[in-house]
């Protein structure tokens, strides 16, 4: 990174500027989506305001209405078009503004674009992504949240769940550059999910040029003695060999527990690792509870600090 040039970056930005990036250099790249033209650049709407409409300012000035296509409230229309697009050799960025909304256009992910390049014998390549939002608001006092039970869920694990979909749920600004970029050039479908929350402040360091990280690969953030935290999505080896050093396992997932992503690992742990196992596995998620609209309640839903220091401290018997 010492040789390219480095700014810091929101969450939101850095995947704009990941966007931008791989259509300039890549003309079947498009972007569908309900307001992802959101007037930027256009004479005769004034430039959008707010987060969504962020998603994709400024990029309908650049590469115009055949590439970044407003779409109407039809989810189950706009995804099935871009497992249409994929098919025939353009690049879908599919966005879809909560993942609450797969419920509409469920069929065009599991049982088209999943399952398109394995029933076609290999013949047909499905390079799309669906781009979407996840989660409730942890601390509401601070920006707020209130988007309820229909808009505040994190189901990544109902998506991880198919074969032949690959999601990535990235967690920094730095990530979420190189692992949108790898998600594009991906002959695969990838399920690009989105806190959304992440991108109302926390900066980082990001290069202006193009890079990838490698989508399935862990980043330890921190390498410890004493306990192993996880957070979904996994690489099962570093996972491993994680616990194999500090002997316990604690998961953090947003999602309900019943057949998440936090119980998954640590039923993989346990059938791997369990010898080196000295405290049972602890998983930190939400309530097996739909996510509530009062501030109030929804400031205790999502994991937290608190309840992860809890956990750890659970594991070492304090």
């Known amino acids: 990174m010492s040789s390219q040039n480095v700014r810091e970056l929101t969450h939101t930005l850095a995947i704009l500027e990941a966007i931008r990036l791989e259509m300039r250099s890549d003309p079947s790249v498009i972007l569908l989506g309900e307001d992802v033209a959101g007037g930027a650049g256009r004479d005769d709407k004034p ?88 989660g409730a608001r942890p601390n509401v006092t601070t920006h707020g949240g209130g988007a309820a039970a229909q808009h505040s869920q994190t189901m990544y694990s109902v998506l991880a769940h198919i074969p032949g979909l690959k999601v990535v749920v990235p967690s ?19 399920v690009f999910l989105e806190n959304r929350f992440f991108g109302m402040g926390a900066v980082e360091h990001v290069p202006e040029e193009a890079y990838t990280v490698e989508i399935g690969k862990a980043k330890i953030v921190r390498r410890g003695r004493h ?64 996510v509530p609209f009062s501030a109030a309640l929804e400031r205790f839903y999502a994991p937290n600090a608190d309840a992860i220091i809890a956990a750890v401290r659970a594991q070492e018997g304090e």
């Open 47 to 134: 430039e959008p305001e707010g987060w969504f409409a962020a998603r994709g300012r400024g990029l309908i000035a650049e590469f115009g209405p055949d590439r970044i296509i407003d779409t109407p409230i039809a989810e189950m229309g706009f995804v099935g078009a871009a497992v249409g697009a994929a098919m025939t050799g353009l690049r879908p960025i599919a966005d879809l503004s909560f993942i609450d909304l797969i419920g509409v256009c469920y069929d065009q992910i599991i049982n088209q674009a999943a399952k398109m390049h394995y029933m076609m014998g290999g013949q047909v390549d499905m390079p799309m992504v669906l781009r979407t939002t996840y």
């Open 172 to 190: 920094t600004p730095y990530n979420a550059k190189g692992l949108l970029i790898s998600a594009i050039r991906d002959n695969g479908p990838v």
């Open 227 to 290: 306990v192993t935290i996880a957070l979904a999505p996994l690489d099962e080896d570093t996972i491993v060999e994680s616990v194999s050093r500090t002997g316990r396992l604690v998961v953090v997932d947003e999602d309900t527990p019943t057949c998440s992503m936090a119980r998954d690992i640590a039923a993989r742990v346990a059938d791997k690792a369990f010898d080196y196992l000295q405290a049972p596995i602890k998983t930190v998620t939400a309530p097996e509870a739909p």
